[in-house]
């Protein structure tokens, strides 16, 4: 699982390297923010659409090959966006780096989830793999780009090619101690609840969009508020990440305790307290609220994924895909609208309807249950009257 983790990270870097890159479109190639911002929905477009087809077909077909593939093209995408300065092409090089990224998470998923054996807690290590990966972007991104320039940018191509070897490493051992279908063969006698994916899916939305919204924008919007220049933005925006990391081992061990459905109402009615705070709390207080944003947003992050995949057990590939990929990605078809609303008024007036969706979010998964308890009980019921026979 440690590898499984680390080649996250590696791949992920590149799904907060878009984010951490418009700053620098901004200053040096003059971008308004709604040039910027289609970018970053260039990243999530192609990728929010194919996932779920990876997904679907890692459900017919085990496809480990996919897992180093997929960092060397998401890192060649980003590695190739400072070159040149023809805004088509950084179009398309951030979108080939997306199609990379949704390559990955299927069935990178699905190892995982054979790795764990159902365990919340390392399918919580796993996801923090990923959330380290955002982490590391924008202090990777401002090292590399504030030194050399974005004609820099090829050295970005180093993770993935790192992460390709540890994807690598990671599959020989698996082979070595457990099968590939391991845990999604424990799982294919459930029944597909597809109403209660279907609110999750939409809560995942709603997240996504503030999630993507605030990366896109958070570290502009910090050097208008707290001051500070780039330093202040690249610093806002680690906190904004680094955040996800705590949150997402915690979400791990709170499930454990309290069930999943529990953590998720509680994550999302924390959020909307936290965005509110982001947008209208001035000065220094604005870290503390990007800082309880993150944890808001993150803490249910590695149990949507196992959530999705408990309510569809017969296509663990495609809840993994929608769950990590569409609903995650979609966020990015968002942020034109709001760089264009930027542009036209603030960016404060523009990111204050992200204090809605959380809401939004939390009357969906308020009407959730445990997966599979139903069936359970059935289950042991019909065992109990065999075994009376």
């Not at 200053?27 to 192609?46: D, K, N």
């Not at 180093?68 to 998401?74: A, F, H, T």
């Not at 503390?288 to 808001?296: D, E, F, I, R």
Request: proline share 5%; hydrophobic share 50%; with cysteine.
């Amino acid at each position: 699982m440690t590898l499984l983790a680390l080649g996250h990270a590696c791949v992920d870097v590149y799904q907060g390297a878009v984010a951490a890159l418009v700053p620098f479109f901004v200053s040096e190639r003059a971008y308004t923010y709604a040039a910027a911002s289609g970018i970053v929905l260039a990243a999530s477009l192609l990728s929010s659409v194919v996932q779920p087809l990876f997904g679907a077909l890692t459900d017919r077909w085990a496809m480990p090959w996919l897992l180093p593939v997929s960092c060397v093209v998401g890192g060649a995408g980003v590695a190739l966006a400072g070159v040149g300065d023809s805004y088509a092409l950084t179009l398309v090089v951030v979108a080939v780096s997306g199609i990379g990224v949704a390559a990955y998470h299927p069935e990178a998923a699905r190892v995982a989830r054979a790795a764990s054996r159902g365990s919340h807690t390392a399918m919580g290590w796993f996801s923090l793999g990923g959330n380290l990966g955002f982490a590391t972007a924008p202090l990777l991104v401002s090292a590399v780009v504030a030194t050399g320039g974005l004609h820099a940018s090829p050295t970005l191509v180093v993770p993935g090619l790192a992460g390709a070897a540890l994807c690598v490493a990671a599959l020989r051992s698996g082979r070595r101690t457990a099968p590939a279908t391991g845990g999604t063969a424990l799982a294919a006698d459930g029944r597909d609840d597809w109403p209660s994916f279907l609110k999750l899916t939409g809560a995942i939305m709603c997240r996504s969009v503030v999630f993507v919204g605030l990366s896109a924008f958070i570290s502009l919007y910090a050097r208008q508020r707290a001051g500070g220049g780039e330093v202040a933005g690249t610093a806002t925006l680690f906190v904004l990440y680094i955040g996800g990391a705590v949150g997402t081992v915690a979400g791990g061990r709170l499930a454990t305790r309290f069930g999943r459905v529990p953590v998720l109402r509680w994550s999302y009615a924390l959020t909307v307290l936290a965005v509110a705070g982001v947008v209208f709390v001035p000065g220094p207080a604005l870290y503390g609220c990007v800082a309880l944003t993150s944890a808001g947003l993150y803490v249910p992050f590695s149990l949507h994924i196992t959530l999705g995949q408990d309510y569809l057990p017969r296509r663990v590939g495609t809840a993994s895909g929608v769950t990590l990929g569409l609903a995650v990605s979609v966020g990015g078809i968002a942020s034109p609208a709001i760089g264009a609303l930027a542009d036209a008024t603030s960016l404060r007036t523009a990111l204050a309807p992200l204090t809605v969706l959380p809401a939004l979010g939390w009357l969906l998964v308020r009407t959730l249950r445990e997966p599979g308890g139903k069936a359970a009980k059935e289950a042991k019921e019909v065992k109990e009257v065999k075994e009376a026979k």
